[in-house]
């Protein structure tokens, strides 16, 4: 299992004795969303898959820029995975929320290797009984991560954005990354084998950062689907 613990040092982020400590940029306030992408297309493994929404992840985007405006503070700045279904979900954000859209590879879901975008039947076939809960922490899938390589890639994401990121900024990205987070940042361990954060496609988290500590404000806020 992997920690986090919160440190004040400025700038930079470590590993040591299997805990990665935060160490944030300063003492202002910061408020971060982190937003999963809608609802892909359904019948097929996901991971690095190159598979885009689908027509309900389509409205649920629409839906949720709509919400974000008129519920949340002024977004500054977009950042999301480089993957289609993130991709195509901050194209809907940005018709209606018209700020700057930075891509990253650094936001996107585990790199399943082999598995990406496969059919759940043809994955069954090639890769019986192999899904993220079955691998070991250091057990990679087959040309791709393994969970340690990816919870690793999640929390230096994280801070790299606290170092280099505006006030109010919006990341779309995916719920494997989003719960990866949320352990982290309550401070609990997390594993591949325990259970994910729970996060409705398009659903909302908020993190709120004031005086070197951070804490998770709004967790999976979907009114705009309801």
């Known amino acids: 299992m992997l920690k986090s613990s919160l440190s004040t040092a400025p700038g930079q ?3 040591a004795g299997g805990r ?5 940029v300063n003492d202002n306030t910061m ?18 898959s190159l598979h885009g929404l689908s027509k309900e992840g389509d409205h649920q985007s629409i839906l949720l820029a709509q919400y974000l405006k008129t519920n949340y503070l002024p977004i500054s700045r977009i950042i999301s995975s480089d993957l289609p279904r993130a991709k195509e979900t901050t194209h809907h954000l940005k018709h209606i929320i018209p700020v ?11 790199n399943n290797g082999y598995l990406a975008g496969l059919s759940n039947s043809e994955a069954d076939i090639k890769y019986p009984l192999l899904f993220f809960n079955s691998l070991q ?8 991560e393994s969970p340690v390589d990816f919870f690793e890639r999640v929390v230096s ?17 995916h719920g494997g990354v989003i719960s990866i987070l949320i352990y982290f940042l309550k401070k609990v361990e997390w594993s ?15 993190v709120s950062i004031h005086n070197n500590q951070a804490e998770v404000t709004k967790e999976n806020d979907f009114n705009h689907l309801l």
């Open 100 to 110: 700057e859209v930075e891509f990253n590879h650094n936001w996107r879901e585990i």
């Open 192 to 206: 591949n084998s325990k259970p994910p954060i729970q996060c409705k496609p398009t659903g909302i988290f908020e």
């Open 13 to 15: 982020s470590r590993q």
């Open 157 to 173: 994401a994280y801070n790299n954005l606290l170092n280099n990121s505006y006030n109010n900024t919006l990341i779309v990205t």
């Open 20 to 24: 990665w400590t935060t160490l944030f």
């Open 137 to 144: 922490m250091n057990e990679k899938y087959p040309n791709g």
């Open 31 to 48: 408020r971060l969303l982190f937003v999963r992408h809608g609802q892909d297309i359904s019948g097929f493994r996901g991971g690095w």
